[in-house]
């Protein structure tokens, strides 16, 4: 099963659906390329994984805390219902990031990947420096 999805059991075509499930936290645009990682030190479970260009938060494995929201210098990071329309993209950029890395229980011991979904490593240079 992918991460950020569930199995649930469609009674009207009797089978197994896969689903998207919630999102609780998720970064947005404000991360590309400035990648401070003040959120890392918050993050009791350390579910916050570096990408090529930003972070990336594991929907499976955040506890919905909200401890790394108020410490993003450019509040890139939201709740699931306040992420603004125009980055709605990222919902799914932080479940994409997570297809191939499965469910790794923890960024510190997996270190930076070199990974970013297409249309974010397609954007232009961007961040504060
Ligand atoms: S604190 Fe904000 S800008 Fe810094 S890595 Fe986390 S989400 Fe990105
Ligand atoms: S909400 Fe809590 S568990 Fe989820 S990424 Fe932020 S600090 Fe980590």
Redesign the pocket.
Known sequence: MLPGYHASWCPAKKVRVRKAAAVPYT?AE??VD???????EECPVDC?YEGGR??YIHPDECVDCGA?EP????E??FYEDDVPDQWNDYVSANVDFFVELGSPGGAAKLGKVDYDPPFIKALPPMGEH
């Open positions: 970064i404000p991360c400035v990648l401070d990682k003040a959120c890392i916050i930003m972070l790394c410490v993003c210098p450019v890139a990071i």
